[in-house]
């Protein structure tokens, strides 16, 4: 429903609108791209968000994934994404601002730190690939809280079983543009 709902159309630039509904990334500037709807849809299966989640989207480009997760998270769920590019976050915030999510789900330019880590959240959603596992996200996990995000070349699963404990899935075969912070 959220695929539906959050046409891809409202977050690719004009310039590649002919292009909107193929199966591969497209350019949205500053070098980043928008995913191609597959994965996109691929590693949000693999995080499971549900109503009334809290969620961080971390590498949020042109807003589809955080318009695609409000949707799920609903009225009694948030949404933060984070984009390191100034022209991003604007542009994710302006084709955010077209559904009307409130202050629930908002675009914020990221800190120097990895996500947010004074806060905890249900799921962490990352669209970048990182070179290795990034453990400061655990700690931004709650328990029973899944992180999805590339690293390298496969999109890994983590699932925080307990404060000690964090189980992982690999699966193989992505290609992402870098994470950097």
Avoid at 55 to 66: F, R
Avoid at 75 to 97: I, P
């Amino acid at each position: 429903d959220a695929f539906y709902k959050m046409d891809r159309k409202y977050f690719v630039p004009e310039a590649f609108r002919e292009h909107m509904y193929v199966d591969a990334p497209l350019p949205i500037g500053n070098d980043q791209t928008i995913s191609q709807p597959s994965t996109v849809a691929f590693m949000l299966e693999k995080l499971e968000p549900k109503e009334g989640d809290k969620v961080l989207d971390i590498g949020s480009g042109s807003g589809w994934t955080t318009a695609l997760l409000c949707q799920i998270v609903g009225e009694k769920g948030s949404v933060v994404g984070l984009e390191r590019m100034d022209a991003l976050v604007k542009q994710g915030q302006e084709n955010l601002s077209q559904f009307h999510f409130d202050s629930r789900c908002r675009i914020e330019k990221a800190g120097e730190k990895l996500g947010m880590p004074d806060e905890q959240f249900d799921r962490i959603l990352a669209s970048a690939s990182a070179d290795e596992i990034p453990e400061e996200l655990f700690s931004q996990l709650k328990v029973g809280g899944i992180l999805v995000i590339p690293v390298r070349n496969s999109i890994f699963k983590f699932t925080k079983v307990s404060e000690d404990n964090i189980e992982r899935e690999e699966f193989y075969g992505f290609v992402f543009v870098p994470l950097i912070y």
